[in-house]
């Protein structure tokens, strides 16, 4: 699952690299789209241009592939708003961030997606993220919005690899786990979970597609070699904040402007030569 950029030109949505984007993710073998995550500069769309990219979004999927709208807020008030939205637009299911800097309790937090899945019948995700939102849902939380019909997965970028068989075993195999860190998918699937909303398929979504093929078919030699082809690549989707390496990525693809908005500085020559060099490494670009 590609958790999309969001392409800009002239300070707006590129809506047309945007659908086309898209559609390349679906030729390479990308299975569900996730726009207006983290990697989508949620943070910096307005309200309208969040509701249009989802729009667009789905518009281009055209039914052939799953779309998780980002859908999350700090306020519960918004982040319904956008799920009803979402839900309207005809996404197949929502994702949803723990609130970053109010910094609820746990018991916040169940409140918070009880709240949001109690008005409006679609399959949400939560996404837990400390690293962004400072708050971590325990797996105990979890385990209680996981008895809410509607409440279906995870998105786990907390990088901690008891968590998926902690998971499992409070929740069941039913409970959708996905990862929300490349670098540690492998190991991550193997301790139970179920898949990847991935950064670094905004670049390489044949070989992540592959990845997860091999996985699922057993075949370890193939999943062994990308595994470990794709791991520089990784490292360098991250080596400046989130999106601006992805994005400077898919612009060496030809497929959008490498414009991020502020706060969110331009990348840096280091940066540029690092990203350069490891889709170099993968084959992605001579």
């Given at each position: 699952m590609t958790a999309l950029v969001t392409p800009f030109r002239d300070g707006k949505v590129d809506e047309e690299a945007f659908q086309a984007f898209a559609e390349w993710q679906i030729e390479q073998g990308t299975d569900v789209l996730v726009p207006v995550g983290t990697t989508g500069e949620s943070p910096t769309l307005s309200h309208e241009e969040h509701k249009r990219v989802v729009e667009l979004c789905i518009e281009a999927a055209a039914g052939r592939v799953p779309v998780i709208a980002g859908a999350g807020s700090n306020s519960t008030d918004e982040a319904i708003e956008f799920t009803r939205h979402a839900k309207e637009a005809g996404a197949d299911a929502a994702l949803s961030v723990c609130p970053y800097y109010?910094?609820?309790?746990?018991?916040?937090?169940?409140?918070?997606?009880?709240a949001i899945a109690e008005a409006v019948d679609i399959p949400i995700v939560i996404?837990?993220?400390?690293?962004?939102?400072?708050?971590?849902?325990?797996?105990?939380?979890?385990?209680?919005?996981?008895?809410?019909?509607?409440?279906?997965?995870?998105?786990?970028?907390?990088?901690?690899?008891?968590?998926?068989?902690?998971?499992?075993?409070?929740?069941?195999?039913?409970?959708?786990?996905?990862s929300g860190e490349d670098a540690t998918v492998a190991a991550f699937l193997a301790q139970g979970?179920?898949?990847?909303?991935?950064?670094?398929?905004?670049?390489?979504?044949?070989?992540?597609?592959?990845?997860?093929?091999a996985w699922q078919e057993g075949d370890m030699a193939t999943f062994t070699h990308l595994?470990?082809?794709?791991?520089?690549?990784?490292?360098?989707?991250?080596?400046e904040p989130n999106p601006t390496p992805a994005k400077y990525g898919v612009h060496l693809l030809?497929?959008?402007?490498?414009?991020?908005?502020?706060?969110?500085?331009?990348?840096?020559?280091?940066?540029?030569?690092?990203?350069?060099?490891?889709?170099?490494?993968?084959?992605?670009?001579?």
């Open positions: 109010n910094k609820p309790s746990q018991e916040g937090m169940y409140l918070h997606f009880k996404y837990n993220i400390p690293g962004r939102s400072i708050v971590d849902m325990s797996v105990e939380t979890m385990a209680r919005l996981s008895k809410i019909t509607n409440i279906v997965g995870v998105k786990d970028a907390t990088a901690d690899l008891a968590r998926p068989l902690a998971g499992r075993v409070a929740m069941g195999d039913d409970f959708c786990q996905l979970g179920h898949g990847c909303i991935s950064v670094t398929s905004n670049v390489a979504p044949k070989q992540c597609a592959d990845l997860h093929t595994r470990d082809l794709l791991m520089p690549l990784h490292d360098a989707m991250f080596c030809g497929k959008c402007l490498p414009d991020a908005r502020l706060p969110v500085a331009p990348i840096t020559e280091a940066g540029q030569a690092q990203m350069r060099d490891a889709m170099v490494h993968v084959g992605l670009i001579n």
